[in-house]
């Protein structure tokens, strides 16, 4: 559990360092430089929710479901990286880039789409990380390149992706809309577990 826990905070650090590159740029460019999170994430192991949440057991080998304590196991990653990503975010206060006023404006973004429309979009990058991942655990990691700036340049959230960036959003206006983005937050959650188990969901293993 300690391990775990660690992992997934380490994970989300690496995501939060992509997602400060991203808002440094926000072109296609920012959208490669986010890679660096997922290359880190495949390369050490690391726990991260939408990099488990494809490959989690959902039965045991007796065949019984799990699904409680699978659950269980992803938001426990999930707290983590979250954590993770909130070490980044206050760290980049400190930057003199207007990294705050580019999440905002993501922020804006979601919440002009609504929880409903952000969780379904939400479903296209779980989608992709599970199928980015799968390709790097078979040692081709250059598909990496290419899902992670494809899920940005579509406008699908990543939860914590979309974490970091609101926690580096100016407190005045996360504490505005704080009720907003606690609707929204979840649905991306579920969204990108649903992305993440299409393969399963549609084409499950005999």
Same mark, same amino acid.
């Given at each position: 559990m300690q391990k775990?826990?660690?992992?997934?905070?380490?994970?989300?650090?690496?995501?939060?360092?992509?997602?400060?590159?991203?808002?440094?740029?926000?072109d296609i460019v920012g959208a490669v430089l986010f890679s660096f999170g997922l290359l880190t994430v495949v390369n050490y192991k690391l726990k991260l929710y939408t990099g488990t949440a494809g490959f989690v057991a959902l039965?045991?080998?007796?065949?019984?479901?799990?699904?409680?304590? %699978? !659950?269980? $196991?992803?938001?426990?990653? +999930?707290?983590?990286?979250?954590? /993770?990503?909130?070490?980044?975010?206050?760290?980049?206060?400190?930057?003199?880039?207007?990294?705050?006023?580019?999440?905002? %404006? !993501?922020? $804006?973004?979601?919440?002009? +789409?609504?929880?409903?429309?952000? /969780?379904?979009?939400?479903?296209g990058c779980g989608f992709i990380m599970t199928t980015v991942v799968t390709f790097a655990r078979?040692?081709?990691?250059?598909?990496?390149?290419?899902?992670?700036?494809?899920?940005?340049?579509?406008?699908?959230?990543?939860?914590l992706a979309d974490a970091f960036y609101y926690m580096t959003v100016p407190f005045s206006y996360t504490s505005a809309h704080f009720a907003d983005v606690a609707i929204l937050y979840p649905c991306l959650v579920v969204g990108n577990f649903i992305g993440c188990n299409l393969y399963r969901f549609i084409c499950p293993a005999k």
């Open positions: 775990t826990f660690r992992s997934s905070i380490i994970s989300g650090i690496a995501v939060g360092i992509a997602g400060w590159g991203y808002l440094a740029y926000k039965r045991d080998e007796a065949g019984r479901s799990r699904w409680m304590k %699978a !659950i269980g $196991e992803l938001l426990f990653i +999930l707290f983590a990286n979250v954590l /993770g990503c909130m070490l980044v975010a206050l760290l980049s206060r400190c930057s003199p880039l207007s990294l705050g006023e580019s999440a905002q %404006a !993501i922020l $804006e973004g979601r919440l002009a +789409l609504g929880p409903v429309r952000a /969780g379904l979009l939400a479903i078979e040692g081709k990691p250059l598909a990496l390149l290419f899902g992670v700036p494809l899920f940005i340049n579509c406008g699908f959230p990543h939860c």
